[in-house]
């Protein structure tokens, strides 16, 4: 058997049914523990990301709430939004599109909890920097160390996967497919750019994930508007196409749990993480004076990546119509073909520039993931040997095949998902008991009372 059979198969198990149960089950228990609050929330959460308040600025922390929800926001909008989605609708079809929806609509309450948790449980670490994340809130919270640091184990090691190997892999591909640049040249200007940004630590992520993140987003975005307006009537039979297909015995009514919701749930969390424990290690570093506060921001993050960057590139890859004879593995250039079917020489560009920058700074979040995990294993040691590792690493990524990246890749999602999950569920109670106080201080700001 050889090492790509050996990895398919382990990742075959580690996303079999029970995982996606066990995922989108979490959101929908802490969804209904806690109200519903997602929705209800949501326009105040927005407000908060954009707008920090002037406690938040004066609070303990490293970043602000707006850089980081940049940080986690670099680390999920990335390679999943475009590469992603398009494996997914070439695997499981149009109907996939929906399930990463149900994935995202529940995450929104998983996340929510993640950074919660991150914000009570940090600690300030040796070099004066905050420290937090699932490892942190299943030791301290939980009082399990074994169990935290088998997560910190396995994301410090995911961190080359997802965070690395498959966002570079996907820009040297749409380079080369676009442009005629050879991976291995891709390679070297993603590894210089990398080292120049992370070896400096979370001040530096901090900064160059503020101006790239909205810049790339705002760009993407914009691109796949255009088309949306240019081809409004295609827009009605996208959608029933995704709907219909969402509820066939293919997608997995008639059967156990089908390729549709299988690639659909998948894909969903890679693209917006709820659930794996990443984004909450970001959280932590946050300028806040309650958890719930950056909870709400941290939200907010699943709804733009997946909500509003996924469903774009879902409806263009489906409006176009390509998909039905693109193969697994020329996936990685299908979103780039279905803009440009609609914007001919002009879609492509907008997507490989789009891809470039959302790759490039999921490395950059994902670096500063890996680097807390490693920092919670060995306590400061070899942590700038880790980071020079990544950068080395990053080269690699150009030259390596696709399809065992991304297995590679699931297969580290969801061994950091299962330790994470299992926190969540455990001090669910302690969600909900510090989303009642903030409901309380809430009050009390609207009617203008000083909280007590």
């Known amino acids: 058997m050889s090492i790509s059979e ?148 396995f994301g410090a090691v995911a961190a080359f996967g997802i965070g690395n190997l498959v966002q570079v892999n996907a820009v040297a591909g749409n380079m080369n497919d676009t442009f005629g640049i050879p991976f291995w040249l891709t390679g070297i200007v993603l590894t210089i750019l990398t080292a120049l940004v992370i070896l400096g630590g979370i001040k530096s992520i901090g900064k160059a994930t503020g101006v790239l993140v909205p810049f790339m987003a705002v760009i993407y975005i914009i691109g796949g508007l255009v088309i949306m307006i240019l081809n409004y009537d295609r827009i009605p039979h996208a959608f029933g196409l995704i709907f219909s297909q969402a509820f066939t015995a293919e997608a997995g009514f008639g059967a156990l749990i089908g390729t549709t919701i299988r690639y659909g749930v998948a894909r969903g969390v890679f693209s917006n993480e709820a659930g794996l424990g990443s984004a909450p290690i970001a959280a932590a570093s946050a300028k806040t004076d309650h958890p719930c506060r950056q909870g709400l921001v941290s939200m907010t993050g699943t709804f733009l990546d997946t909500i509003v960057v996924c469903t774009i590139t879902g409806l263009t890859v489906v409006m176009a119509n390509i998909y039905p004879s693109i193969e697994v593995a020329d996936a990685a250039v299908l979103t780039g073909k279905s803009f440009d079917f609609f914007l001919p020489g002009i879609g492509s560009l907008v997507v490989t520039i789009g891809l470039m920058l959302f790759a490039y700074s999921t490395v950059l979040g994902w670096a500063y993931y890996g680097e807390k995990c490693f920092y919670y294993l060995t306590n400061i040691k070899g942590v700038q040997l880790y980071r020079i590792i990544f950068c080395v690493v990053v080269f690699f990524g150009a030259v390596t095949q696709l399809e065992l990246v991304w297995d590679i890749a699931d297969t580290f999602n969801g061994a950091m998902a299962i330790p994470n999950l299992i926190a969540l569920l455990a001090l669910s109670g302690v969600v909900a008991a510090e989303t009642r106080d903030f409901k309380r201080i809430r009050a009390l700001e609207k009617s203008g009372k000083k909280p007590i």
Request: hydrophobic share 55%; proline share 3%.
């Open 6 to 153: 050996v990895i398919g198969a382990v990742n075959g198990f580690v996303w079999g049914p029970w995982m996606l149960v066990l995922l989108v089950g979490t959101g929908l228990f802490l969804t209904i523990r806690l109200g519903f609050m997602q929705f209800s929330t949501l326009p105040y959460a927005l407000k908060l990301a954009f707008s920090p308040s002037a406690q938040d600025r004066k609070s303990q922390g490293d970043i602000s709430h707006f850089q980081a929800l940049m940080t986690a926001l670099a680390a999920t909008i990335g390679t999943g939004n475009i590469v992603g989605v398009a494996t997914a609708v070439v695997l499981g079809g149009p109907g996939a599109v929906f399930w990463m929806w149900v994935t995202a609509l529940v995450g929104m309450a998983t996340k929510y909890s993640e950074a919660v948790l991150a914000i009570k449980y940090r600690i300030t670490d040796e070099k004066g920097e905050m420290a937090g994340g699932p490892m942190y809130y299943i030791e301290r919270g939980m009082r399990c160390k074994w169990l935290a640091w088998l997560f910190a184990l």
